[in-house]
């Protein structure tokens, strides 16, 4: 096994107040929007960083009373609470390699957990609704995805299997029906709907065709109100549309938004709580069911994360902006807002604002250091593809900038935010696509004289890394440093490992599994361009990573290995697809920048 150069970690980036400003940015106490137990609305679940890791914590509300729940050394973020408060639900799986099953233990206090549906088989997680007196489950392994049942104390029973992508969309409130998103036609990017019993029979089946998908977002919160909200994609974008299963009508929503749309009803069903997605910002609206009218929520400045509607009509939601750190709070009924959760410790240092930069159709945000251009710049490339970059805080944004580069983020072919034939653009020639815009937009920067050409660095985690890598190939002129995190590196070895629903993505997008479209995956995979790489490379690999395995990295650094003529480092750990503990965060930041500066200031990095 080839012994391949381990990335230093720099004990400090700075010599000054910057070293405690980028590392508070992580440190500092994060906190989810809380979710409530349905029938117990002061018992709620959110996550939280305050333990060094990400973990799962419960909030009392009637007795203001936190809880950390889980400990576990990799972290937990799948959580919820049952409707009547009394216990909380959460994923477990090994070192974060997201295979596992539910566990359940009580809300009021720590006890052994203990898996509720004894007979469900472990699997990637695909969906899960609890109701009052019913479960459904969804289950994904390299067979396909399993949906199970669970009602009262019964045994479970296995009410939908098939060999492609499914998941659960969720139960009506009267616990009769169960809707699901299935791919059966071969493309679980644009999914199809079905309505089934508890006991698996087909109720109603709803398809739009070829290209065009539907995405179950919740049923009626009203009992007996068997209507059913639907994301839909009929005019070229994400849309809304209202189908009563009873009675098979469907009612299209013709709100007069540019962008994208997402939404949820709110406790009595009178109206829908509408995300609103453009350009890159995301704000809060609500819809009259009846009137039609629509109002635009007066949150509190930037861009709004996760919302839900209490049962009092509070709004409780997320929001934040480049500049300034993510804060959970609340939009009374009466129009007051305020905060919801104050973290304890000292808060997170806020950043710089980003500027919007159009290059044809291509939206690129740019954050930038102080004084005049031309700057070393980074271009960090998101992962997804399905995925936008937003007018969020980012704390690695943040910590680039720090260190004097402008920072350069693309929504290139592929995002989602922008009309589903920006988002399918890249169907059949993935990875070349996408860096058609990186390329268009490297080129406006550096003739703006904002970036400097001869210190540009292409980084990315997950698509963002497999871009980066196929960047450093294909684009060699360019790159002056290439960082890759849990990357696609070797396309076809990552199709025969990674988890099924990737690969039932991967078929939908490449057109096919590589025994069908060998030259496709060729041409899109990075190991393909080793030799034309020219910049020194880094890579960031998950020992126990589903999505990108840790084999077809491995075949990527022995590549480079025997080049034996270009710089390249490594740095693993032992967790998934990332990581959920700040200090490893902390190195991995601290790795990609100490890297960057060393790259672009000439000094020779292990394996020259």
């Not at 590392?23 to 609305?41: C, E, G, I």
């Amino acid at each position: 096994m080839t012994t391949h150069p381990a990335a230093p970690v720099p004990e400090r980036l700075f010599d000054d107040e910057r070293e405690q400003r980028w590392r508070a940015r992580f440190t500092a106490v994060r906190m989810s929007r809380p979710a409530w137990a349905l029938d117990a609305p002061d018992r709620s679940v959110y996550s939280s960083n305050a333990s060094g890791t990400t973990q799962v914590h419960s909030w009392d509300r009637s007795t203001d009373l936190h809880r950390q729940v889980t400990t576990r050394p990799a972290g937990t973020y799948y959580a919820t609470v049952t409707p009547d408060g009394e216990h909380i639900w959460w994923f477990s799986d090994t070192d974060g390699d997201e295979f596992g099953h539910w566990v359940s233990e009580p809300f009021a206090g720590p006890a052994e957990p203990v898996n509720p549906l004894p007979g469900v088989e472990d699997g990637y997680p695909a969906g899960l609704d609890i109701g009052r007196e019913t479960v459904a489950v969804g289950t994904s392994t390299d067979d396909g995805t399993s949906v199970w049942v669970r009602r009262g104390d019964g045994p479970v029973a296995r009410v939908y299997q098939h060999s492609e992508d499914a998941g659960v969309g969720g139960l009506s409130e009267d616990e009769t029906l169960l809707a699901i998103s299935h791919s059966e036609h071969g493309d679980s990017r644009h999914p199809a709907l079905r309505v089934l019993t508890l006991d698996g029979e087909t109720v109603a089946e709803k398809s739009d065709g070829p290209g065009k998908g539907l995405n179950p977002i919740s049923f009626s919160p009203v009992r007996g109100d068997q209507r059913l909200l639907v994301g839909h994609e009929r005019r070229g974008r994400e849309e809304l549309l209202i189908w009563d299963v009873a009675a098979d009508t469907e009612r299209e929503l013709a709100l007069d938004l540019p962008g994208e749309l997402d939404a949820d009803f709110y406790p009595d069903a009178s109206a829908l709580l509408v995300w609103h997605t453009h350009a890159a910002r995301t704000r809060l609206f609500r819809y009259d069911l009846t009137s039609g009218a629509l109002t635009e929520l007066g949150t509190a400045p930037g861009c709004i994360g996760s919302a839900d509607v209490r049962p009092d009509g509070t709004v409780e939601y997320t929001a934040s902006s480049a500049a300034v750190p993510s804060a959970v709070r609340a939009l009374h009924p009466d129009g007051t807002d305020r905060s919801l959760l104050t973290p304890p410790g000292e808060p997170a240092p806020g950043s710089v604002p980003v500027a919007d930069l159009w290059v044809g159709e291509v939206h690129a945000l740019i954050a930038s250091p102080p004084g005049p251009g031309p700057h070393p710049a980074v271009f960090s490339l998101h992962g997804g593809p399905h995925a936008a970059d937003e007018d969020r805080f980012s704390a690695a944004r943040a910590a680039w900038v720090d260190a004097g580069f402008a920072v350069v983020e693309i929504n290139y072919r592929g995002s989602t935010g922008y009309g589903s034939a920006w988002r399918d653009a890249i169907e059949g020639r993935p990875g070349l696509t996408e860096l058609e815009d990186v390329a268009a937009v490297y080129d406006a920067v550096v003739a703006s004289g904002l970036v400097d050409p001869a210190r540009c660095v292409v980084e990315g985690w997950s698509w963002g890394g497999y871009l980066a890598l196929l960047a450093a190939g294909t684009q060699p002129e360019r790159w002056a440093a290439v960082i890759g995190g849990v990357p696609v590196a070797d396309y076809l070895a990552a199709y025969e490992d990674e988890m099924e629903q990737l690969r039932a993505f991967d078929r939908a997008l490449f057109g096919g599994s590589p025994e069908e479209v060998p030259e496709t995956y060729r041409v899109a995979s990075p190991l393909t361009y080793l030799a034309e790489v020219r910049a020194p490379v880094l890579v960031l690999a998950g020992e126990n990573d589903p999505r990108c395995p840790i084999r077809q990295i491995d075949n990527y650094l022995d590549g480079l290995a025997a080049r034996g003529d270009l710089p390249y480092e490594v740095a693993r750990f032992d967790a998934g697809h990332g990581s959920l503990v700040v200090a490893e965060t902390l190195r991995h930041i601290g790795t990609e920048i100490d890297f960057a500066r060393r790259a672009l200031a000439g000094i020779t990095v292990p394996g020259e």
